[in-house]
T-cell receptor, first 114, second 107 residues
Framework: DSGVTQTPKHLITATGQRVTLRCSPR?????VYWYQQSLDQGLQFLIQ???????AKGNILERFSAQQFPDLHSELNLSSLELGDSALYFC?????????????FGPGTRLTVL | DAKTTQPTSMDCAEGRAANLPCNHS???????VYWYRQIHSQGPQYIIH???NNETNEMASLIITEDRKSSTLILPHATLRDTAVYYC????????FGTGTSLTVIP
């Protein structure tokens, strides 16, 4: 158990819908990261927050957005869902974004878009 | 961010050492080498990381060449539970996962 929690575990929805994925980082970790893992793309970095502020963006679509709240939990919002958005979504946390700070990953949310 | 090259797959006999190589010839001086593994569709699990010196922890050893252009992750006594995809990552600003090495430990 990494100490990072994600809800829900599974999510099934239809195209065009909007969903919210939630992540609670390890106690004391200020930085949160979101990743997407689809069958044909591998693990792709989406976005990073540090202490409530956006720190870095990766391959995140404009239909996707995220935020980190004052209690440090984070939410990833996915809208106008398409079939290709079906994937595992992982959240990770670290103490800080420094080069020598390892990230701890949650169990993931499996999103299926029908 | 520096890219890494790993073999697609490897087999290892149970109880033997598993040596997983990684090439990272474009690594910069302040970039760390990280190793993670992912079992089935679970969240990636941190194994070890290092900058220049060899590192060892309860899970594995990391050997980094003097020129830092390659490294080897060593699992000293592989078990069936070590069957997983192993990712070698050179961390610049972010983690960029490649395709990793699928390690199969054979009974």
């Amino acid at each position: 158990d990494s100490g990072v929690t994600q809800t829900p575990k599974h999510l099934i929805t239809a195209t065009g819908q909007r969903v919210t994925l939630r992540c609670s980082p390890r106690s004391g970790d200020l930085s949160v990261y979101w990743y997407q893992q689809s069958l044909d793309q591998g693990l792709q970095f989406l976005i990073q927050y540090y202490n409530g502020e956006e720190r870095a963006k990766g391959n995140i679509l404009e239909r996707f957005s995220a935020q980190q709240f004052p209690d440090l939990h984070s939410e990833l919002n996915l809208s106008s869902l398409e079939l290709g958005d079906s994937a595992l979504y992982f959240c990770a946390s670290s103490v800080d974004p420094a080069h020598d700070s390892e990230q701890f990953f949650g169990p993931g949310t499996r999103l299926t878009v029908l | 961010d520096a890219k890494t090259t790993q073999p697609t797959s490897m087999d290892c006999a149970e109880g033997r050492a598993a040596n997983l190589p990684c090439n990272h010839s474009t690594i910069s001086g302040n970039e760390y080498v990280y190793w993670y593994r992912q079992i089935h569709s679970q969240g990636p699990q941190y194994i070890i990381h290092g900058l220049k010196n060899n590192e060892t922890n309860e899970m594995a050893s990391l050997i980094i060449t003097e020129d830092r252009k390659s490294s080897t992750l060593i699992l000293p006594h592989a078990t069936l539970r070590d069957t997983a995809v192993y990712y070698c990552i050179v961390k610049g600003n972010q983690f960029y996962f490649g395709t990793g090495t699928s390690l199969t430990v054979i009974p």
